[in-house]
């Protein structure tokens, strides 16, 4: 028997609050879960800074990247197995990307990758091609095998049916953080009936398709989508974390370029900070670590530093207020002078930021849309883009919401000291 | 503070008029990638390297009135142009925006084709590859688009002559 279809002896089993239990019979499976490259995801949170709103959200991206592998095998193991659409020599690439697909996350992703300007997803690539565990086991299988669970992660694969399964606007992935950070978030919204979702998949040409009668559980999906953007991940107060967080990260960068001396040395960060670090330096750095720093930071010379770190530590957030770029960005130079002017840094405490989703979009020919559409799949086996069948659904196609938060320090600008005509007549300005 | 919105002003404004989203999208991929300071991320979509960021920017931007988009109904399909508004060149000049090569890599790129910007995107996307892998990769994911040989020999040398004149 080759590695490829090697079974264990006895299944193995994750006991799991979204899916129960995920079950593991694959031994490239087991083998793969057991690199120290993919238990680095049990130190980086799914959810990066919500967990300073709700407090549950404290899971890794090792629950969800198991809850991907779980849904992708029932589907090819349950649902698609022995249809003719469904082309069986693809299983294990689908499973590993499955499990895989998030390797190359790092710690509160997005602030890292804005602070440092690095992409997740080429470090996935590099972990699943370059001289790594993962990649020892992969190559196990053949020589072309991490490449081409590396090409379903980027989406380049020649299988477009097997790249939908992880990567589609309605794919594992998605259903998998849906439900478990609705569930670890403790929200309410956020819960379809997956269930219903797998029975009614079905392999076709290049996708996936939804059988008719499964369209009110796919509205349901969407809808649910859409309140778990604006109610958990774009929710103000976590931005305003990240945006503190990024903002240290950005502090802690420019003082290493200048003759600044750290009385806690950023050891960790300084091949990033002058953009020479490599796959190791990369991988030694999680949550914990960050984590570290920003305590050991709370106590630097540097006040912005300082400060910074001890608000995202002990989570003394910065105030927001809704900012509309197109009327007001001429107030936003009105502000900067008027923090310079009362000695509060705008490069670091006033801070623009947007959010913005497009719950669900269809490929309009010709043009850029980029997003394939959900087909269902009629009666008389045509298929039919989704928004043409349900109401619900072509209400909010093609519909982007943004929302535009103007972030600053309201404690320090109000507290007592000096330029306190000036500090008033910032929080006017702010507050109109 | 709103500096990656005024880039794109910019380089719509140095473009004078820019035809099409998908053209928009790879010409600033090919820019981002010539070493122009654009931090929108991109991943690999239906037609290559596409950044729902800047998506987002451009509708922010129409929304702000710095840019202008005109809908052209083509029949099958509808052709969206970007130019720069009055606003936006007044927006422009608040942010005190000039970048020399920015301007030779736009004029260079707004005069090919969204087709051949799609294939030149698409092969700096898989720069890390080798020649060889990269034709490879281009016939599996733009196989429909059945791109000859000497489309992509073109568009190699085409890359050569932007990294020339940039650097």
Known sequence: MSYATQKMAEEKVFKDPVHRYIHIRDQVIWDLIGTKEFQRLRRIKQLGTTYLVFHGAEHSRFHHSLGVYEIVRRIVDDIFKGRPEWDESERLVVLCAALLHDLGHGPFSHAFENVFDLDHEKFTQEILTGPTEINAILSKVSTQFPQDVSDVVAKTYANKQAVSLISSQIDADRMDYLLRDAYFTGVSYGHFDMERILRVMRPREEQVVIKYSGMHAVEDYITSRYQMYWQVYFHPVSRSAEVILTKALHRAKELSQTDYQFSFEPHHFKNFFNHSFNLEDYLALDEGIVMTYFQAWMKEEDEILADLCDRFVNRKLFQYIEFDPAKDYRKLSELELLFKKAGINPEYYLVFDSSSDLPYDFYRPGEEGERVPIHLLMPNDELRELSRSSEIVEAISGKRRSDHKLYFPEDLIAADGKKKALKKQILQVLKG | ?167
Not at chain 2, 10 to 31: D, N, P, T
């Open chain 2, 1 to 167: 503070m709103l500096e990656e919105h005024a880039k794109l002003v910019e380089f719509i404004h140095l473009a004078g008029e820019v035809s099409g989203r998908k053209k928009l999208q790879k010409m600033v991929y090919i820019a981002k990638k010539m070493k122009m300071p654009f931090h929108e991320k991109y991943e690999f979509h239906i037609y290559g390297p596409y950044s729902e960021e800047l998506t987002l920017r451009v509708e922010e931007l129409c929304g702000m009135g710095f840019l202008a988009e005109q809908l052209e109904d083509k029949g099958s399909y509808v052709k969206y142009t970007y130019a720069c508004t009055d606003e936006g060149q007044q927006f422009l000049t608040s942010m005190n925006r000039s970048h020399a090569k920015l301007s030779v890599c736009v004029d260079h790129l707004n005069k090919k084709s969204s087709r051949f910007l799609e294939l030149v995107s698409t092969l700096l996307y898989f720069d890390h590859l080798s020649r060889e892998q990269q034709i490879e990769k281009i016939h599996v994911v733009k196989g429909k688009l059945n791109f000859s040989e000497e489309e992509i020999t073109q568009a190699f040398v085409f890359i050569s002559e932007l990294e020339y004149c940039l650097h």
